[in-house]
């Protein structure tokens, strides 16, 4: 590759660099000579040797990146809110688990700097005062008035689309009233005070709205002390059901006005009689599902979920049992078209990974287009639209030492997630007692049905024959945003903190 490029000499230079950009790393002809003089001139524009190249060119993420993305979103941001995903946080206000953990302001802050666009916050009242914490624990209070400071302050660092912050409204009529005068106060004209006070007919769009900070309500959640008494998964799913009752739309005008995206009463969320199927309304809303009730609802239904939420919105939150802040995975929402998966973002577990991952794409705004096919009044087709090959060739960098009295032996896990049909786990080999491991020969391929909505997750692990293997780091990319060739990984933290580590990698799409 390198004497390829180099043309059989020592050096690659900017003509050298533009035949490696345009052979190699799929670049566009047209562009690749500008593009390999500006490398050039800012790397070394008397040319790179072989060490020069690998160190200074293929293993610099700034330049050579699998994902060199841009900070503008590059999908169509027109349609209603309905046709994106869009980035949910659970329990937004809590630092650590669902039980005793404290309530405040940071993961707030933390989650917008990060381009969440959906923030939960639970109101309760508290000696008196409209106070935010998760009822029925000890977790400790925050109050409603910081949270909503700092969602003002911080809305629109990341991004500068819609900002949805649900309303879990506990609160008595007049600390209501109190709710909907801080909120008026302290958000200001960012706040989206909608004309009428009925759920709309079509959602306005992402560009539409702008800058602005919508309310929404939703139901709550069901009591703890009933969770605890479901010991399985499959008696939750069994008791579950679609129409859950809880209480209406909060009946004090003041707070009533604010509100723009309405949850899914009984009365609204109707199916057929015949086949059981979603039956979309005349309205606009958003149906709330936990993690165990859509399953069961995709078990039953799955191509109505799609439909139904064509108009309307749908979110997945996580079962009442993870305790420890743990996440349902969000390819169960987004495969079946609900838009909103509600994570517990203060979590370090895979499905927040996929997350992040799945939101760097669209320039990390927050929204990501649904594809046409989640949109169609037919089913997807289960062809395979394209394949992903990757061969990891090598590891450096690494942020630590592993093994005290031996050098390391490093492995790598390469997956996918998306829909069901694309689900796929590989692994590479251990290679053995090497800083400087090498899996080129290994090739690994990924047929996919629905590639827009696909994640390629990569770990890397340290093998230890005495103890559990020790974790490395981790990478997640949206596959449509996944840059051709030969490519640098950078390596992150289980709770996304970014690390020296790096892959090098060959990506081809087929």
């Not at 330049?63 to 329990?91: C, F, Q, R, V």
């Not at 015949?274 to 958003?286: D, F, K, Q, R």
């Not at 287009?369 to 037919?378: A, E």
């Not at 998306?418 to 020969?441: I, M, S, Y």
Request: charged share 20%; net charge neutral; glycine share 6%.
């Amino acid at each position: 590759m390198f004497d390829e490029a180099a043309g059989g000499g020592t050096v690659i230079n900017a003509a050298g660099m533009a035949r490696f950009l345009e052979r190699f790393q799929g670049c566009d002809p047209s562009l690749s000579q500008s593009t390999a003089s500006e490398i050039m001139s800012r790397l070394a524009p008397q040319g790179l040797d072989l060490t020069s190249f690998i160190h200074k060119f293929l293993l610099d993420p700034a330049l050579n990146a699998a994902m060199l993305g841009t900070k503008k979103p590059s999908h169509d941001m027109t349609a209603p809110l309905s046709h994106y995903y869009i980035h949910t946080s659970h329990n937004s206000y809590l630092k650590g688990n669902q039980l005793t953990s404290k309530s405040c302001s940071s993961p707030i802050v933390l989650a917008l700097q990060n381009g969440c666009r959906v923030i939960e916050l639970d109101c309760w009242e508290h000696k008196g005062k409209v106070m935010v914490f998760h009822g029925g624990t000890l977790t400790r209070a925050v109050p409603f008035d910081v949270c909503v400071a700092s969602i003002k302050e911080h809305a629109f660092v990341a991004s500068e689309y819609p900002v949805i912050v649900t309303i879990e409204n506990h609160l008595p009529p007049a600390l209501q009233q109190e709710a909907a005068k801080i909120l008026r106060e302290l958000v200001g004209d960012a706040l989206y005070i909608p004309a009428s006070e009925t759920p709309p007919t079509e959602f306005l769009s992402p560009w539409e709205l702008r800058k602005k900070i919508i309310i929404s309500d939703k139901p709550p959640k069901e009591h703890l002390a009933k969770q605890r008494n479901v010991t399985k998964a499959a008696e939750a799913m069994a008791a579950a059901s679609l129409h859950e009752e809880h209480p209406e739309v909060p009946k004090i005008p003041e707070l009533q006005h604010l509100l723009y995206i309405y949850c899914a009463k009984p009365s609204e969320m109707k199916e057929a009689p015949v086949n059981g199927e979603l039956v979309s309304t005349s309205t606009a809303i958003m149906a709330n599902m936990s993690e165990p009730q859509l399953k069961k609802s995709v078990l039953s239904n799955p191509f109505s979920l799609i439909q139904y939420t064509k108009n309307n919105l749908g979110r997945m939150y996580p079962f009442g049992l993870r305790f420890d802040s743990s996440n349902a995975d969000p390819m169960l929402a987004w495969s079946h078209g609900f838009q909103l998966a509600a994570l517990n973002l203060q979590g370090k577990d895979r499905p927040c990974w996929v997350a992040r991952g799945f939101f760097l794409g669209n320039g990390g705004c927050g929204y990501i287009k649904k594809p046409d096919c989640f949109l169609s009044d037919v089913p997807h087709d289960s062809n395979v639209k394209s394949t992903l090959k990757v061969r990891v060739l090598t590891g450096t960098d690494w942020h630590k030492r592993f093994d005290l009295f031996s050098k390391p032996d490093f492995y790598v896990k390469v997956a996918v997630h998306g829909v069901a049909a694309d689900k796929l786990k590989k692994r590479t080999k251990v290679a053995h007692k090497t800083h400087h491991p090498n899996w080129e020969t290994e090739v690994f391929e990924f047929p996919l049905t629905v590639p827009e909505i696909a994640v390629l997750r990569f770990e890397v692990w340290e093998h230890d024959r005495m103890r559990r293997d020790d974790f490395v780091g981790q990478a997640c990319i949206p596959v449509p945003e996944l840059e051709q060739g030969i490519r640098v990984v950078p390596l992150h933290s289980k709770r996304g903190e970014p690390r020296s580590s790096k892959l090098l990698c060959h990506f081809h799409h087929q």
